[in-house]
């Protein structure tokens, strides 16, 4: 009785947000396209390498983006270290946690690739009802953390590595780094004019006087 009562308190608290959302869903586009959609989207198996160089295909930051569809859904990237202690922790830890979120990894792959799985997955009552699969790979970003720290306390555990010599020589990166940022922010805020003239004389600055200000 209790149980059913926190699931029912639960729902009317997420009903806010729940019973809108349905109804927006149920004139969705989404559920035609999701139906129409390739599997096993060679654009998608190509985006892959964005997982290793996240910028291959450029950055919509600098608008010179040319990759499939969306960048920010597409881009699995978690960093080459990070990348590097998850496989770690795959090859040499053989614990539930590392199933576990290998498991979450390799299925969100899965979907985020369009394989045959999402035609079964269609089948579930609401997932056709304006799911996108590319969103998933925020699992496996997630998931790929959780495995690189998994990897990190492989190599403390085993005395391999020690954390606090990673601590201390991250600090002094960070340290050398902020220090970098500072000075050259201080020079550029000395030499600003200069800049802006200079830019002006070349033709990359068509407005200084809104540059300056």
Not at 136 to 144: A, K, Q, R, Y
């Amino acid at each position: 009785f209790y149980l059913f009562l926190i699931f029912l308190i639960g729902l009317g608290l997420g009903a806010i947000q729940i019973i809108p959302s349905y109804e927006l869903l149920r004139v969705s586009h989404r559920p035609e396209i999701i139906y129409k959609l390739q599997f096993l989207d060679p654009a998608f198996l190509i985006n892959l390498i964005t997982f290793i160089i996240p910028d291959i295909f450029g950055n919509p930051v600098h608008y010179n983006y040319w990759g499939p569809i969306n960048y920010v859904e597409l881009c699995g990237y978690i960093g080459i270290l990070p990348l590097i202690l998850a496989i770690l922790a795959i090859a040499k830890r053989h614990d539930k946690w590392v199933f576990v979120f290998s498991s979450i990894a390799i299925f969100s792959l899965t979907v985020y690739l369009k394989t045959p799985i999402n035609k079964l997955l269609c089948l579930l009552p609401g997932y056709n009802m304006g799911i996108s699969e590319s969103r998933i790979i925020c699992l496996f970003t997630f998931s790929g953390s959780v495995l690189a720290s998994l990897g990190i306390d492989y190599l403390n555990k085993d005395k391999r590595i020690s954390i606090e010599k990673i601590k201390k020589v991250l600090f002094i990166w960070l340290f050398f780094i902020i220090l970098f940022c500072l000075a050259g922010n201080f020079l550029m805020q000395i030499n600003k004019y200069y800049i802006i003239e200079k830019g002006r004389h070349i033709g990359y600055i068509t407005e200084p006087d809104e540059f300056a200000d």
